[in-house]
């Protein structure tokens, strides 16, 4: 598989698998998300079970041309709602969780259960996004910008093996992993770049098999080769990242935020731990960023363990 | 005055006054810094001292061209040129203090001495930068991506009085100023959140004058009206900061990187502290960079106290 290098290429992938992932959404009641639904229906990868007020499809009539791929189940109540879409996952009757305009912590409690949740006990819940900016040449991936405000070692390399595991879904057979921080220097007064000591030693050990991992390192030199022979920084990161990790929480949401503010870019992403990609837009996450993701989800649930 | 509103404003203020200030430069021996001298001399709002090896005239012909304006003082040893231009600013013989090629901490170790040094006692050093963003309609001012690691509720403070002043020479009479976070939130998690609740309420109460403070507000939220109204966010702000306040430099810098890196902004910054404006590039900075910095210190030293 040629790597995925753009949001175009990952979507015609998708449709050249020629098969259709299941996708249960909760509440999807808001012009954003059948957006995304539509979209998604017309290029024919997904199928959807719509959970919650029904009304929807009377609401949305394109969606009713995709009628025998548009399962509505009726349920008012919100976390009545979020229980049942967690239900069909667990069933194995849906591929692929999606949050519609149900307030986020309402379906976190519902997956993150821990009788009849998601998440796989020992499991870190992490982010990871994608974002496609009109002046990298190519996807690059970063973790997290909204659920561990300040990871440990532990959850640093947890959020490594996701960012692994879903850019080989892209194809990058060596991904290029670059820990965040704002000079090249390890100090003692930034803990993370002494954990980053750690998992450098880690990856050299082959710990995290065909990979390049290197840091710390500032975003410029990370994804920008001439900033990093200005600086005399021999890195095998090379300017070439294709995964940023970030210190904290901070960071990331500042780097997303800014980036798709400034830089025109687009954005999909998913929360890492649960049993099935979760499709977990942001109120001001635009229409395109809302399809892109279930894009990601639908490439990554392929090889979902 | 008219509010500056881009660096190319910026300069044609400066030429417009007709004065030079006198800026004092540690070991200009890089292509960069020379650009940037010689961009000036051109424009004619500075004249220089260069404090350093004095082959340097000899390596850059085009200074010859200003030779009045610009006056070589050899001292090879660049700890003791670092010394010998503090020197002159307590002095009063130079209005602003230059970094060359010279290492920071060297020029640092001056500029802190207690007794013969350039900050003085009590006053809290920190960085304050400006952007010019193409995606963004004024400029956009932030701290600190550069010197305090997690900044104390006196130090964020103390930032927004320097962003301030600063904003006001640049002719923004009520400069509007984010305090940044990656939500909306206020959580114990998060103790800069407290600490802004503390800041706005000074800010309520007049403590600041006529300015306009809120956060915490998200990058997005602060710069972009629309994410605002998505999210149903009311802020005095509007979309429209003049400053972002970053809650640490690990975001202050992912922040400045990836916007000067992604968007192609242009960036000028400034020690704050000291008794005079202090150009202190990173090397991987250009060399408009460092011409737009020399102006931001000819600009901001003309109120200095």
Redesign the interface.
Known sequence: MEPIRNFAQLTSHLKSLNTRKRIAVVCANDSNTEYAITRVLNEGFAEFLMIGDSAILKKYPELKKHSQYVHAIHIEDPDEAALEAVRLVRAGEADILMKGIINTDNLLHAILDKEKGLLPAGKVLTHLAVMQ?P??DKLLFFSD??VI?RPTLQQRIEMIWYAIRTSRCFGIQQPRIAL???TEKVSP??PHSLDYVNIVELAEAGEFGDVIIDGPL????A??RE?GE??GIVSPINGQADVLI??????????Y?????????EMAGLLQGPICPVVLPS??DSALSKYYSIAMACLTCEKMI
């Open positions: 900016i002046t990298y910008a909204a405000p965040i921080h704002c007064k930034f500032d975003v410029r030199t994804c920008e900033s200005i600086k970030f210190p904290n929480i901070e960071s990331g949401n500042a780097f935020k800014a980036i798709s503010l400034f830089a025109k870019a109120r001001s």
